[in-house]
């Protein structure tokens, strides 16, 4: 592995591991990147492997066309960066916000930066982080030298499950339902239980529900295959959620559950289903239901995410699963989009 300093060699070479068409991984070598100002140099150290990538590579990603390099969770250090205002100097480890936006658009010119309407993420719309050296504008970029590696890299998704919960404007002593507990849902569910919230988890598998209460502080657990909606309601004494998240991207769960609703309550979309929704509009309209999704998160969303785990008030060691070798990643990903998996979270490593 090529051992880069301050100032990159370009004619260098560098590892990046590509998806060239649905089921198909390779790993190649390229010169890496420049340096430009406005840019940072980063040396990739962490990838998280989430959802995106998992359903990039079994071909049934929305927004999504190949060959593309993926990976948008990621810890990375500065190898080279000019002047910037968040303080930033080379050997610091930063956080990523992969959302790369215009800052012209309405929403971003409304703080709204996330849905962005010319959003490009990194990793998705625009060549991701595995590769060993990435380049991205320093305003992306959140020092987080307090925060190690492995916290770096999930910092991303449960932003996105923080961002959820400020759509919702949750506060102490709710109820919440979130249905669905692989990696978005449990951040969801964690960082709900920060906020003071009272959490009922909603999964098919038993493994995973046994797994949100014993490790990640939901409140009551209720498998879906099991009469959910009676369940819900014998623990609130039939007054049901305030509010309901959607992690599943399931038509049929999405569909249902409003029914995990109070009148007068909230329901996010954080899940992302490819394709049309149909939902009763009486059954909706009498509980006035305020129906929002919920997409990408903002600054706001990352720097509480990071306030939390330098708190240490979110449960990594559970989170993280599985740490492997980078190159792990031609092989491991038939494994890890089985429905047979127990991962939550892998995490490959470039040290």
Request: glycine share 8%; aromatic share 8%.
């Amino acid at each position: 592995m090529p051992i880069f300093v301050k100032a990159i060699d370009t004619t260098v070479t560098m590892k990046y591991i590509v998806c060239e068409e649905p089921d198909r991984f390779e790993l190649k070598t390229k010169e890496a990147p420049a340096f430009s100002e406005g840019n940072a140099l980063l040396k990739v150290k962490r990838v998280g492997i989430c959802g995106t990538d998992l359903h990039a590579f079994k071909g049934n990603q929305p927004f999504f066309s190949y060959p593309r390099i993926l990976g948008h969770e990621l810890a990375t250090e500065v190898v080279e960066v000019g002047e910037n205002h968040q303080g930033i100097s080379v050997g610091d480890r930063v956080v990523i916000m992969p959302y790369i936006n215009c800052q012209e658009c309405d929403a971003c010119k409304a703080g709204k930066s996330n849905c962005c309407e010319n959003i490009k993420v990194f990793g998705v719309h625009t060549d991701g982080g595995m590769q060993e050296v990435i380049s991205l504008p320093t305003r992306l970029l959140l020092k987080a030298n307090d925060l190690t590696f492995e916290e770096i890299a999930i910092v991303e998704p449960l932003a996105i499950g923080a961002h959820a919960l400020r759509r919702a404007d949750i506060k102490s002593r709710d109820v919440v339902v979130v249905m669905g507990c692989g990696p978005i849902g449990i951040g969801i569910i964690q960082l709900a239980k920060y906020l003071g919230a009272e959490v009922i988890a909603i999964d098919i598998n038993d493994h995973r529900l046994k797994m949100v209460k014993e490790q990640f502080g939901a409140d009551h657990i209720v498998n879906a295959l099991e009469d959910p909606v009676e369940k819900v309601k014998e623990i609130t004494n039939g007054r049901l959620a305030n509010s309901v998240f959607d992690a599943t991207g399931s038509k049929r769960a999405i569909e249902g559950g409003t029914d995990y609703m109070r009148h007068g309550g909230n329901y996010v979309l954080v899940g992302l289903f490819k394709g049309d929704l149909t939902f009763t509009h009486p059954k909706i309209h009498a509980k006035e239901t305020t129906l929002m999704c919920s997409r990408n998160a903002t600054l706001y969303d990352f720097e509480f995410v990071m306030k939390v785990l330098s708190e240490g008030e979110f449960n990594t060691e559970a989170y993280i699963t599985s740490k492997v070798p980078f190159e792990t990643i031609l092989t491991g990903f038939d494994a890890w989009t089985s429905p047979e998996s127990k991962e939550i979270k892998v995490v490959t490593t470039l040290d």
